[in-house]
Each structure stands twice: as C-alpha cells, then as structure tokens.
C-alpha cells in the first residue's frame, strides 16, 4: 500500500506542467511595454495645447499691436510644443510597435498558464480522489484482518483443545449478529421504535420495555402511594 501511494504520488509529480520561462519573460516585456505606451500617451495629453489657445498664440503672431519680441514668444511656443508632440508621437509608435510584437507571446503565456491552472486542479483531484481511496481500503482492509485474525485466533483455541466445537460456534454465531453491517435490532415493544446501538434503548431515548407515558404515569402512582402510607 505504501508503495502504491509513492508511485502515485511519484505520477502526478512528473506529470505536472510548468510554463517556460522564454514565455514568462516575454510577458513581463509586455507589461513593461503596454505600461510605457500608456506613459506616453498620457504625456501627449499633458503637452497638447487646447484649440482655443492654440488660436490665441497664433493670432498673436501676427498681430501687430504687439511687440516684435511678443510675437517670437508666441510662435517658439507653439513650435516647441510641436516639437515635443512630434517626439511622443514617435515615441508612440515605437512603443505601439514593441507591444503588437510581444503580444502573441503574452497570448501564448495566457494560454499555457491556463493550462497549467487546469493541471494543477486535475492533480489536486487526483490526489484527494486517491487519498480518500487508500482510506477506505486501509479502514476496510483493517476490519477483513481483524475478523481474520479473530477466527484464527478462536480455530487455534478449539484446535488447542481450549473451547469446544459448541463454543465455537457459539462464539461465530455471537461475532456475526454483532457485526457493523448488521442493523437489525428489533424494535421497542412499549413505543414501536427501533431500537440503536446494542438494543438497550430506542431512537426517541426510552429504555427497551418503557416508553414515556409509562414512565410518567408509573413515577405519579408511586408519588401518591409514598403519600398515602405518610
């Protein structure tokens, strides 16, 4: 039995399934990646002028109310947030590109850590399905060598001469009405229940031979009687 449960144990081992680690690393570049691309895009957001400043600062380029040096400020403005918007939107691209390339891997990844969520499961079943087995043969396998060595025992008396073939048989007879199978107790002739355990009361707790009204009306008669003599 022991070693049944080692080789077992020793299949669901060997059997098990582990991602690799090619496909592990590949998707932690992905998160790298998707969590860069929402960086830059929020970076655009933050350095993208609204429309109607964007108007403001290009009207102030020509407007000649305003001084020579006015005007510059407002168009190097505008040509460096053009600058900077052009280098996020590279950056973008790059980005989005490093993620469209990792991203049949990280399908992958998925797909194999499904896989190995599905064996791991399929272990544990294995194993509680197992260990639940090996309990039921070791408890059963118990009782079949106990009545075993029980009747070798009471053979090994009556071949010593110890007991007679009548006790014997009286014994075998006793073991087997006493058995754990065996429910058949009778019922209790005072209340109709069955009776449990080894007979001597029945499923609602009366005595065999009593039953609550009984009881009851035996204890009143034995009140008045201890009265009557006071």
């Not at 592990?24 to 933050?46: C, M, P, Q, W």
């Not at 990280?106 to 791991?120: R, T």
């Not at 118990?142 to 070798?152: C, D, E, P, Q, T």
């Amino acid at each position: 039995m022991k070693y049944l449960f080692s080789i077992i144990l020793l299949f669901i081992t060997t059997s098990c399934f582990s991602v690799d680690q090619k496909l592990i690393d590949s998707a932690e570049r992905y998160g790298a990646a998707v969590a860069n691309l929402h960086k830059i895009f929020e970076a655009i957001k933050a350095n993208t002028m609204p429309l109607d400043q964007f108007i403001e600062e290009l009207h102030k380029t020509t407007d000649d109310s305003l001084s020579a040096e006015a005007r510059v400020n407002a168009k190097n403005k505008i040509n460096e947030r053009h600058t900077i918007l052009d280098k996020l939107n590279s950056q973008y691209a790059e980005a989005e590109v490093e993620v469209k390339r990792l991203e049949p891997l990280k399908k992958e990844y998925d797909k194999q850590k499904d896989i190995e969520f599905e064996n791991k499961q399929f272990r544990i079943t294995v194993l509680v399905v197992v260990t639940i087995s090996l309990i039921f043969i070791t408890f059963f396998g118990s009782i079949i060598w106990l009545a075993i060595n029980r009747h070798k025992k009471y053979q090994q008396l009556l071949k010593d001469g110890k007991i007679t073939q009548e006790e014997y048989d009286r014994v075998m007879k006793n073991h087997e009405s006493k058995s754990m199978f065996s429910n058949d107790l009778g019922v209790n002739p005072s209340t109709g229940l069955p009776l449990i355990g080894n007979g001597v009361c029945d499923a609602g707790g009366n005595l065999r031979g009593s039953s609550p009204i009984r009881s009851s009306f035996d204890s009143s008669q034995d009140y008045r009687s201890r009265h009557r003599w006071d």
